[in-house]
């Protein structure tokens, strides 16, 4: 198991790497750079900019320097001091901008993600076990439903209904008066309130897709024949579920872990914009518009290697679970 | 062995059906299919594939998954008891999920099948799979004593080293070792009837040879009934006391061993055995068995073997069912060439 870990861990190093250049140039691509952005800014509001001027601001920036030699600062400035780069942009250091809004955005999708599981996987397991009941068919139209609805129109619709009717507003992360407040358990409580709808819309699109994954995968594992000898045996209906065909459903699905934090970047920037909540996804958004390319550049690079990460964790949560793989393969 | 019993019987099949009620139509899978197994025998099943061997087998466990499954007639009388004066139950009244029957699944029959890539879980140690069937059959014992009686039962069925194979993976086996562990669980609990589901087809021949003797060495040891199932004649002859042919879902034949090969009436079972390779006979064609075989969906009324069969008579042989006769002691047959006597 740790030699297997260790293998895993080994592995990753070239992959980051690649990822490390893929970000840098997916950055660099789109002609023009921040200065350009700039000059292109001012003259839309009637200022135009001299040559040397804007020759001035691309050497303050280092935009003047080849490619490679802008690559190699920023991995060495990252590897060795930490240090993300600049954001023009907002004029601050990308590591306070991203400090703000990584944890927020990690929390996000690991409480959706649980959320969606601890919904979906019991749903999936009855509609397998009660295939084409009234209620199998009722959860295949919900999944459906969910699968189908753009999450941004979900969070527009639902935050209005929720203000209508309530009075409370669900945009943000606080409300009001508690934004610039100390931490109490009143500011907690309020947090945990604005939390539940963009959890549960984010959650929403992957638990349609969860519930068929389970559904399918089960009523696969249920035909098996090991299922068959353990009703043989004389188990009850309930234990043997739990303890074989159910056991093998879920690892198809544990081993999508690592897909979250894209996911919640691309399908879910719309919903943090229209909910106000700042995740990276916004943010990364902005960067990239206004070709702030440290920003983006770090966002993706950081967004990557967690997905990375998250792969290599839900294969070794995969080994644990599954025997077949943990001992490498099948001996003859 | 002081007294014989005054019953011997084990168990009896009567008129069972078990009919598959699916989108495409209703698949009768066993019609009406009577047999008796009693203690300590063996009966051989035989029939070409499909013809519901598997699920006349699965239908004695109530194991056949029920929908699409229906049993929808038919008694199956198990009697419980080695001295044969125990109670009856009728296994077709039990509730399939109920406590009743899992009590008596595994305990009074027991079943090793087709595919040992599939049998066991691969996410569990072998060594945990058959303990659960000794835990929850035999609830006095203690771990430790589960554990040294499935280390016990992996030494019977050969498999070496049993203090260190006990805890390993269905994966780590080879087929013909986890089909031995799979006897082992099949056993661990002492059954008085054991089902074998085509467990060989799998195999390869000489791994087959090994498993077949071992198999028929326990059923003494163990003293136990055996159902043995198989579309391989050499194999089922080897295996049992008594032979029952299948056809799509009926039982044209039924005999003891030695005289079904010796005399076999009907038209069916003559010519499978038509169709086995002889080699010291200086014939080794094998001869098909020609004709369409009927939809699943839609049997014939009369004779299912009509449609193949070389001496049907029209008029009599599709108009009706042939009933079932006893032509001589133990020997019956269902075919309208044969009168009771
Ligand atoms: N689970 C099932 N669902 C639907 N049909 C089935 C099922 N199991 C068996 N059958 C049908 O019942 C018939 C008998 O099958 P089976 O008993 O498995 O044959 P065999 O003699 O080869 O063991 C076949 O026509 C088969 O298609
Ligand atoms: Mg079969």
Redesign the interface.
């Known amino acids: 198991m740790l030699a297997y870990i260790a293998r895993r861990i080994v592995t990753l190093i070239p992959i980051l790497f690649l990822i490390s250049i893929v970000s840098f140039i997916v950055i660099e691509l789109p002609p023009g750079d921040w200065v350009t952005f700039q000059i292109e800014s001012l003259r839309m509001s009637g200022i135009e900019l001299g040559q040397d001027e804007a020759d001035r601001l691309t050497r303050q920036y280092g935009l003047d320097k080849p490619l490679h030699e802008r690559y190699l600062r920023w991995i060495e400035n990252m590897l060795f001091y930490g240090n993300l780069g600049w954001s023009f942009q907002w004029n601050r250091p990308v590591n306070d901008l991203l400090a703000e809004r990584i944890p927020l955005t990690m929390a996000i999708s690991i409480a959706s993600l649980l959320l969606s599981w601890a919904i979906a996987i019991p749903i999936g397991i009855y509609s397998a076990t009660h295939q084409y009941s009234v209620w199998d068919y009722i959860f295949t139209f919900i999944g459906f439903i969910g699968l189908a609805t753009p999450g941004f129109l979900v969070a527009l619709v639902l935050a209005w209904l929720i203000f209508t009717t309530t009075g409370f507003s669900p945009l943000g992360l606080f409300s009001t008066q508690y934004v610039d407040a100390p931490w109490s358990w009143e500011k907690l409580v309020d947090m945990l309130k604005h939390l539940v709808l963009p959890l549960f819309i984010i959650g929403l699109s992957s638990t349609g897709t969860t519930i068929r994954v389970m559904r399918a995968n089960l009523l696969d594992e249920l035909k098996k024949q090991y299922v068959i000898t353990a009703r043989a045996k004389g188990l009850s209906e309930t234990k043997l579920l739990l303890k074989y065909p159910v056991r093998m459903a879920i690892n198809p699905i544990v081993s999508t872990v690592g897909w979250i934090l894209p996911g919640l970047v691309s399908g879910e920037v719309l919903v943090s914009i229209v909910l106000s909540i700042q995740t990276t996804g916004p943010l990364l958004l902005r960067a990239v518009l206004a070709q702030d390319m440290y920003l983006a550049g770090s966002i993706v690079m950081i967004l990557s290697t967690l997905t990375v990460i998250g792969t290599l964790l839900s294969d070794i949560l995969l080994a644990a679970l599954d025997p077949r793989i943990r001992y490498g393969g099948v001996k003859k | 062995m002081t007294t014989t019993p005054t019953n011997d019987k084990l168990i009896e099949v009567r008129d069972l059906r078990t009919y598959f009620y699916l989108y495409e139509g209703v698949v009768k899978a066993v019609d009406g299919v009577s047999f008796e197994i009693r203690q300590g025998r063996s009966l051989g099943v035989i029939g070409e594939s499909g013809c519901g061997k598997s699920v006349t087998a ?1 239908s004695i ?1 109530r ?1 056949a998954p029920e929908p699409p499954a229906k049993h929808v007639g038919g008694e199956i009388l198990l009697h419980l008891g080695r001295d044969g004066n125990g109670e009856v139950v009728d296994m077709l009244k039990l509730d399939p ?1 109920g406590d009743r ?7 009074e029959i ?2 090793i ?1 087709q ?1 040992p890539m ?8 072998i060594g945990n799979q058959i303990g ?2 000794i835990q ?2 035999l609830p006095g014992l203690s771990k430790k004593q589960v554990r040294e009686r499935t280390i016990d039962l992996l030494g019977r069925v050969g498999i070496p080293q049993p203090k260190r194979l006990i805890d390993a ?1 269905p ?2 086996l ?1 087929g013909g070792m986890r089909q031995r562990a799979m006897i082992a ?1 099949a056993l661990s609990c002492n059954p008085r009837l054991l089902i074998a589901d085509e467990p060989t087809t799998a195999l390869d021949v000489t791994i087959e040879a090994q498993i077949l003797e071992l198999i028929a060495t326990l059923q003494q040891e163990f003293n136990m009934a055996l159902m043995y199932i198989s579309h391989d004649l050499a194999v089922v002859s080897e295996m049992s006391d008594e032979i029952m042919v299948m056809y799509l879902g009926s039982v044209m034949e039924q005999a003891e061993t030695g005289e079904i090969f010796n005399n076999p009436l009907h038209p069916y079972t003559q010519a499978l055995w038509r169709s086995i390779p002889r080699i010291e006979g200086g014939q080794d064609r094998l001869v098909p068995i020609s004709g369409t075989l009927p939809s699943p969906y839609n049997l014939p009324k009369g004779c299912p073997f009509y449609t193949r069969c070389e001496h049907r008579m029209p008029g009599i042989c599709d108009a009706a069912r042939p009933p079932m006769i006893e032509v001589s002691p133990n020997h019956k047959v269902s075919c309208f060439l044969y009168k009771q006597e």
Do not use: D, G, N, V
């Open positions: 699965q466990m194991i999920h029957i899992r009590a008596l699944r595994w305990k027991a079943m099948f595919e599939t049998s066991f879980s691969p996410l569990f140690t659960e069937a929850l059959h993976y994966h780590q080879s669980m």
